[in-house]
């Protein structure tokens, strides 16, 4: 059972308290195909250490498994389920006001994921891919203020700097694409689609939880230049060689 509370001064000052194992299970039942598919995308926007976003990934892990079994044999390929457990890994998305929630967050879904990276892939393990995936937590989970969608300095306090979120996807065998996009633009598009739902057809799945909605997230194309960043495509286990 993890502890709901680290102090009374936390509480008071950003409502951190944090929800039990039991909660979070129910709630993500309510979506549970999606908490069970690879690659659907998650963000929570107060994301504290991770409760919700690591049960998540232990899901979605299970299912990397399942999709690593070639037909007709039991156990899944190391290679392929390395990929798949890299997507689940990179479709999981969090905010947090307090860095060391943050930090907390990151390392707890890197060990989540490193312990059956091992379990699967045994003596086929590979530091650069240990790296990436460091690296995509490092850009998937993000110290921030959901409200003003900025990033925040080491105090909680905004900065000028646009939250950024990374899309990550599988281009050509091996090779990933990461396109960077402003938050608050997404969230601006996402309103303007919502309001007008003819506008555009969908294709990332929307997930809802909690309080406040997990985003849905980014679509299959920029819908509007202003959002889109940039973008880069490597080998998945050298992503982080571009860009910071
Ligand atoms: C109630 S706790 C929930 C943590 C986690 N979601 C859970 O259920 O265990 C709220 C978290 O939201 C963070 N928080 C509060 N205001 C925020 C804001 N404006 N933007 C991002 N995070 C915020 C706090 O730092 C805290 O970690």
């Given amino acids: 059972m993890t502890k709901q509370v680290k102090s009374r001064q936390r509480v008071a000052d950003h409502g951190e308290v944090f929800t039990a194992d039991r909660e979070v299970n129910a709630m993500l039942d309510l979506v549970k195909q999606e ?31 399942r999709r690593a079994i070639p037909p007709r044999k039991k156990k899944p390929l190391p290679l392929e389920f ?14 947090d006001l307090m860095m060391d929630n943050v930090l907390a967050c990151r390392e707890r879904l890197y060990n989540i994921w490193n312990e059956e990276y091992e379990a699967v892939c ?13 690296f995509i937590l490092s ?21 000028e700097e646009p939250i950024v979120f990374s899309e990550w996807s599988f281009v050509m065998g091996t090779r990933m694409q990461r396109k960077d996009y402003r938050f608050d633009k997404l969230l601006a598009g996402e309103y303007e689609a919502s309001t007008n ?16 909605s997990l985003m849905p997230m980014l ?10 960043l940039t973008s880069y495509v490597a080998d998945y286990r ?7």
């Avoid at 850009?139 to 900065?159: H, P, W, Y």
């Avoid at 739902?197 to 406040?212: D, G, I, L, T």
Wanted: glycine share 6%; aromatic share 6%; net charge neutral.
């Fill in 35 to 65: 908490t069970e598919r690879v690659d659907s995308r998650f963000l929570e926007p107060a994301c504290g250490d991770g409760n919700f976003l690591a049960e998540i990934l232990r899901r979605k892990l299970v299912a990397a498994k």
């Fill in 82 to 95: 390395e990929k798949q457990s890299v997507i689940a890994v990179a479709s999981i998305y969090g905010v």
């Fill in 122 to 134: 045994k003596k086929e393990v590979n530091e650069d891919c240990r790296e990436a995936v460091r």
């Fill in 139 to 159: 850009r998937n989970i993000v110290c921030g203020n959901a409200l003003s969608l900025k990033e925040v300095d080491e105090n909680g306090n905004d900065t």
């Fill in 197 to 212: 739902a003819k506008k555009k057809k969908k294709k990332s799945v929307e997930v809802e939880y909690q309080q406040m």
């Fill in 219 to 228: 679509e299959d194309k920029p819908s509007d230049e202003g959002e889109f």
């Fill in 238 to 244: 050298r992503i982080q060689d571009y860009g910071k």
